[in-house]
């Protein structure tokens, strides 16, 4: 009896102890500091942090959960990371003592709690995390491409001969790393770029140092630091906005700017007088008394509460360079200075229908005492020459948008541009053709579906009207204009007929070259008006195309005429005529077709003689889905002429087989391309006056590995 009653009494007991032990429910709070503020910035990689949870009990009958107690159960993830095992709880908390580093970056932070039996999320927010460094953003990004391209076969027929590599396989690769940093309102960026290669040829140096280049070189670097509405720049940089003294120069040196929230800006450049790549003169500095580059600039916006703002820019420049030759080119060079003086000023209309930009350059240019040049020896000095140089642009929307009594829809924009150079107007940080003069007005109008341009342009050198020199003028007249004939006829009617309309293209242009002085022959050398040029060259061209579902057809007309007005050349006149017709088929998603008929009849009016150019071309591309392509082109062109002077038959053909690399896919973590191509090159020449003929032939098959790591 006392046995069952103590068995039950157990029992009892337990049965009650099993039904108390209901898990306490928690729900996500806060996440404080270890002074008890709350996160909603960057913080330190090391610091403390608490996250606060709210605890709600569960009752079953009428006994309590806090009564009957078992180990709560929590997992923390920031992102990716289980970082459980870094807190610890009390008192409805999960505590982050510090000390030991986080993993840095934007992540969100999410709680789970063990619920019977399955984790389950109770909260989660963002927290931002900075490096070690105390940095918010810290990336490292290492680069490499590799280039393998390789010659396997070479095989030279008739009069060709096989080149001096008939096979071979260089390599190149490029090796790069990519950073970028960010604290707050401080951004770092840089990047460096290694150059290696199989062939010393392919050097970076070869061209200046040939045999002496290094065949790992450095070919450029760059370390930009931007806090605020500051920038500073160090390596290979560009600098420079003006077109006319320096003009987006790319140097290895130092650059900075200051542009601020009203767009007020200065800026500066120290930069070297010559490109430079390579280990040596690393910073770009090292010969900076020698040759440099030196300028300030400055901006700032006028007027922009007016209908019209205005934004002024200005530059000085102080540059010198010493002589450097290419052992490739020959030439005599000399050291050169130069100093100026740039402004632009842009007008901008707020209603954006009117836009002009002024930009001027005055220079200031010399060639120094060269002692590379002179050898020891008093050479005779140049004049040094101060000239200027202007670029005026001007864009006005006639009209915008009119719907005309038709019902079409038209707009109309003018255009003026009208620059010149003097004679001796020269720049070390800009490439200005001087010595000439150039106006240009032009329009171009919408009207519906009809669109087009036209245009008139006049360019004369010589501006100084040396008596000696010849002055000659180039005139140019130009119209096109576009007829998309399926859109024009549109309405329901011509539904039918629509599906047949092709786009029309029309253009025109007229050139006429001529001298506009007769230079004496004591003085110039010219023999009267037989060396005087004139000539008028007049260009017709139309085109039409149609677009179907799957295929294309074009089909283009050309005509020239090239009149000859020079004294003793009245003949030496020239006839073009041209038609060529396409066909391209897109026969499914992996496979398309093009083909192509071309004739040429040129007239020759001085020899009373047409000169034929026949020719057909046609291609195949094929493009699987896992990347892998076929490409098959053909060519054939046939020339010969009415009196039966020569002939000349060219063929071409080439095969093409590429497969295109995704990283993850044949094992290998990088993308790129795999091609091999075989080429086909035959060239027959007939010459019955001098009763030669010859033939030349090759065919060559070349293997390419392209690889990105």
């Given at each position: 009896m006392n046995k069952t009653l103590i068995s039950l009494l157990v029992t009892g007991i337990l049965v009650?102890?099993?039904?108390?032990?209901?898990?306490?429910?928690?729900?996500?709070?806060?996440?404080?500091?270890?002074?008890?503020?709350?996160?909603?910035?960057?913080?330190?990689?090391?610091?403390?942090?608490?996250?606060?949870?709210?605890?709600?009990?569960?009752?079953?009958?009428?006994?309590?959960?806090?009564?009957?107690?078992?180990?709560?159960?929590?997992?923390?993830?920031?992102?990716?990371?289980?970082?459980?095992?870094?807190?610890?709880?009390?008192?409805?908390?999960?505590?982050?003592?510090?000390?030991?580093?986080?993993?840095a970056g934007e992540n969100e932070i999410v709680v789970n709690q063990l619920i019977d039996?399955?984790?389950?999320?109770?909260?989660?927010?963002?927290?931002?995390?900075?490096t070690s460094n105390g940095f918010q953003q810290a990336e490292w990004t290492p680069t490499l491409d590799l280039n393998i391209n390789s010659q396997l076969d070479e095989q030279a027929s008739g009069d060709a001969v096989e080149s001096d590599r008939p096979t071979y396989s260089d390599v190149t690769a490029n090796l790069g790393l990519l950073s970028h940093h960010?604290?707050?309102?401080?951004?770092?960026?840089?990047?460096?770029?290694?150059?290696?290669?199989?062939?010393?040829?392919?050097?970076?140096?070869?061209?200046?140092?040939?045999?002496?280049?290094?065949?790992?070189?450095?070919?450029?670097?760059?370390?930009?630091?931007?806090?605020?509405?500051?920038?500073?720049?160090?390596?290979?940089?560009?600098?420079?906005?003006?077109?006319?003294?320096?003009?987006?120069?790319?140097?290895?040196?130092?650059?900075?700017?200051?542009?601020?929230?009203?767009?007020?800006?200065?800026?500066?450049?120290?930069?070297?007088?010559?490109?430079?790549?390579?280990?040596?003169?690393?910073?770009?500095?090292?010969?900076?008394?020698?040759?440099?580059?030196?300028?300030?600039?400055?901006?700032f916006n006028a007027f922009t509460e007016s209908r019209i703002s205005l934004r002024i820019e200005g530059n000085y420049l102080d540059a010198e360079r010493l002589s450097q030759s290419n052992f490739g080119i020959g030439e005599i060079t000399s050291a050169e200075k130069n100093q100026g003086l740039g402004f632009k000023l842009t007008a901008l209309d707020q209603e954006g229908r009117f836009s002009a930009d002024l930009t001027l350059g005055f220079s200031r240019y010399t060639n120094p005492d060269d002692p590379d040049l002179s050898f020891g020896d008093e050479l005779v000095k140049l004049e040094t020459e101060t000239a200027v140089a202007h670029n005026l642009n001007i864009a006005y929307v006639l009209v915008q948008n009119w719907q005309a009594p038709w019902g079409?829809?038209?707009?109309?924009?003018?255009?003026?541009?009208?620059?010149?150079?003097?004679?001796?107007?020269?720049?070390?940080?800009?490439?200005?053709?001087?010595?000439?003069?150039?106006?240009?007005?032009?329009?171009?109008?919408?009207?519906?579906?009809?669109?087009?341009g036209l245009s008139n342009q006049s360019s004369q050198d010589n501006l100084d009207n040396l008596v000696n020199l010849l002055t000659t003028k180039t005139e140019n007249d130009s119209f096109n204009s576009h007829f998309p004939l399926a859109q024009m006829f549109s309405h329901e009617e011509a539904s039918a007929m629509q599906f047949w309309l092709p786009s029309l293209d029309y253009s025109y242009q007229k050139t006429h070259q001529f001298a506009l002085n007769s230079p004496e022959f004591d003085q110039s050398g010219f023999n009267d008006d037989s060396h005087l040029?004139?000539?008028?060259?007049?260009?017709?061209?139309?085109?039409?195309?149609?677009?179907?579902?799957?295929?294309?057809?074009?089909?283009?007309?050309?005509?020239?005429?090239?009149?000859?007005?020079?004294?003793?050349?009245?003949?030496?006149?020239?006839?073009?005529?041209?038609?060529?017709?396409?066909?391209?088929?897109?026969?499914?998603?992996?496979?398309?077709?093009?083909?192509?008929?071309?004739?040429?009849?040129?007239?020759?009016?001085?020899?009373q003689k047409n000169q034929y150019s026949k020719s057909i071309t046609g291609s195949f591309n094929w493009q699987s889905i896992d990347g892998l392509g076929l490409s098959i082109n053909y060519g054939l062109t046939k020339d010969d002429d009415s009196l039966n002077q020569s002939k000349n038959i060219s063929t071409n053909a080439d095969i093409g087989l590429v497969k295109t690399l995704i990283n993850g896919e044949w094992w290998l973590p990088v993308d790129g391309s795999i091609s091999l191509r075989m080429n086909y090159n035959d060239n027959e020449s007939i010459d019955n006056i001098f009763d030669q003929q010859s033939r030349f032939g090759t065919k060559t098959a070349q293997l390419g590995i392209n690889l990105s790591f």
């Open positions: 009650a102890q099993f039904e108390a032990k209901a898990e306490t429910h928690f729900s996500f709070e806060q996440l404080v500091n270890a002074q008890g503020e709350v996160i909603s910035d960057w913080v330190k990689n090391n610091q403390a942090l608490t996250i606060k949870l709210s605890k709600s009990e569960t009752l079953i009958g009428s006994i309590s959960v806090t009564k009957f107690k078992i180990a709560e159960q929590f997992q923390v993830l920031l992102g990716d990371n289980d970082i459980t095992s870094l807190f610890d709880y009390k008192n409805a908390r999960l505590i982050f003592s510090g000390g030991i580093p986080l993993p039996g399955e984790w389950q999320a109770i909260g989660s927010t963002m927290l931002s995390v900075m960010q604290k707050g309102d401080l951004l770092i960026d840089s990047h460096i770029n290694l150059l290696l290669v199989s062939n010393r040829q392919q050097a970076i140096q070869f061209g200046t140092r040939t045999n002496n280049a290094k065949k790992l070189d450095l070919a450029d670097y760059a370390v930009s630091i931007q806090n605020g509405f500051h920038n500073i720049t160090l390596g290979q940089t560009s600098y420079g906005s003006n077109s006319l003294l320096i003009d987006n120069l790319s140097r290895r040196g130092l650059t900075w700017a200051y542009q601020n929230e009203s767009d007020l800006s200065f800026n500066g450049a120290i930069l070297n007088g010559t490109d430079i790549v390579g280990y040596n003169n690393f910073f770009g500095l090292s010969d900076h008394n020698e040759q440099f580059v030196n300028s300030l600039g400055f901006g079409s829809d038209t707009s109309i924009n003018l255009n003026l541009n009208d620059s010149k150079a003097e004679p001796l107007y020269q720049t070390l940080t800009a490439f200005v053709q001087a010595n000439i003069k150039n106006r240009l007005v032009s329009a171009q109008y919408q009207i519906g579906n009809v669109s087009g040029p004139d000539q008028l060259t007049t260009v017709h061209s139309l085109s039409s195309s149609w677009q179907f579902e799957n295929y294309s057809v074009s089909l283009q007309s050309n005509r020239s005429e090239q009149d000859n007005r020079q004294a003793g050349r009245e003949q030496s006149d020239f006839s073009n005529l041209q038609h060529a017709i396409s066909f391209n088929l897109q026969q499914n998603e992996t496979t398309s077709w093009a083909f192509s008929l071309g004739k040429n009849r040129q007239y020759d009016k001085e020899q």
